[in-house]
């Protein structure tokens, strides 16, 4: 199996989705981590590869306008081959972080209440959602750590990465936030597939 992402996040998080639905599936390599645009350059490249050899390649939407099949048939220009598994985070990764709501509460020290309820694809822009209750946040690490220092021209915090990827590896809960992300359930049942056959 290769994996193929834009990210380190999304790394963590396909490599735990592997580990949660397809445990015996052995990650040969995992490339990309150049950002979408690289991703993309590459994406019918590995489609071809994908006729020998198990291949998921995760992203993001970003744009809320426009669908994930849409995405994923102007990326590759013809349908994905049987062995390529090609999913699309609605909107963001962070979404599906977001969709287990009780766990992203506890591990943000904020009330669930500073979590927006309901689908979180609907979320319109997540990331901004996680670091704005981030600020919230009773854990100093966390206010410190992961929205953008004051005066700092990045979007994210110091530690933003570092933080979301061990959680995504290590508390994130996929089976409980399938249920609540269209776009993560999608990807579980696909992953789920490769795993039986």
Known sequence: MIVAVE???LEAVALRLLAEYAPDCAVSA?????GNTHLKATCRELNRAAA????LLLTDLD???TCAPSLIADWLGHPPAPRMIFRVAVVEAETW??????????FLGVSQGHIASGNPELIDKPKEHLISAARRSSRR??????????G?????????????TQYAANEWRPEFARKQSDSLERAVRRITQLATT
């Open 7 to 9: 990210d380190a996040l």
């Open 30 to 34: 995992v490339m990309g981590m150049k």
């Open 52 to 55: 020998g050899i198990d291949i």
């Open 63 to 65: 744009d809320p306008q």
């Open 97 to 106: 972080l977001l969709a287990d709501k009780p766990q992203i509460a506890t």
């Open 141 to 150: 690490f966390i206010r410190e750590g992961i929205p953008p220092q004051h």
């Open 152 to 164: 700092s021209t990045c979007s994210i915090g110091p530690q933003y990465n570092p933080l979301l």
